[in-house]
């Protein structure tokens, strides 16, 4: 009735439509249909504050909570060209943990994949996870000048940046724009050192490191036209080749300054 609160204790048709000027309730389920294009369902708020509003709230009032209720789920149904209706996707919300004062969720996004439901996105308390079901599924960024400024092959295992061509036995690629070095290591302060390191695949044997420090002193190794070069500057800020290996030698001080060479026996 006008002017008072409606309750509808069974499933309701609306045949013109249903306008509400103030919160609702229903007992059992709505079926909004439409014939056209137009909104099933509009939710306006005409408060002139600045928060929230309008509000979609999904609440699941249970009388015995627990870890790991699903809170609600927001599906997309379509046809197969059989006719056969479809979930090709839906987004919910899980309670991963319900203890007061710690309470945890978790955020998903499923779609179909070769008519299997899969896992697209998955935010926890303690991780995001894109494609955590472990399928053959791609993951690019693109920026403003580069469609794959960052590339993920799900099948080949490979990270990349700047490409998306597969370069065999390599897990990271890197490509440089032009005229730009493809990796840059910067230090987080004037006196500090960027380091690239190289290690054992039991990630605790370094087999050797590039650094530089920018400095009163500057270290560097470098590769010159098949040539491996190891620098440092001397008191003046001079850089100073002190050893070097090429196709046919092994090459100390070859700037020819005054350093000393020593050998130490036992």
Known sequence: ADGGAVTFPIASVFTGGFASNAASTFTSGVTVTTADNSAQLNLTSTDTDANVGPRLALQRNSSGPADNDVLGRIEWYGEDDSSNAVEFAHIGVTA???????????????????????????????????????????????????????????????????????????????????????????????DDIGSLAFYENDATTQLGNLQARVGSMRHRMLSNGGTMMFENNDSGGTLHTRFQLGATEALFNDNGSDYDFRVESD
């Open 96 to 190: 991963l943990d319900i203890t007061t004062g710690t309470t945890d969720a978790s955020f998903y996004i499923n779609t179909k994949v070769n008519n299997n439901t899969r896992n697209r996105l998955n935010m926890t308390a303690t991780e995001t996870v894109f494609n955590d079901e472990s399928d053959d599924l791609d993951f690019r960024v693109e920026s403003n000048g580069n469609a794959n400024m960052l590339f993920v092959d799900g099948g080949e295992d490979q990270v990349r940046i700047g490409t998306s061509t597969d370069i065999p036995d390599n897990a990271f690629v890197v490509q440089s724009t032009s005229g730009a070095g493809a990796i840059a290591i910067k230090g987080r302060s004037s």
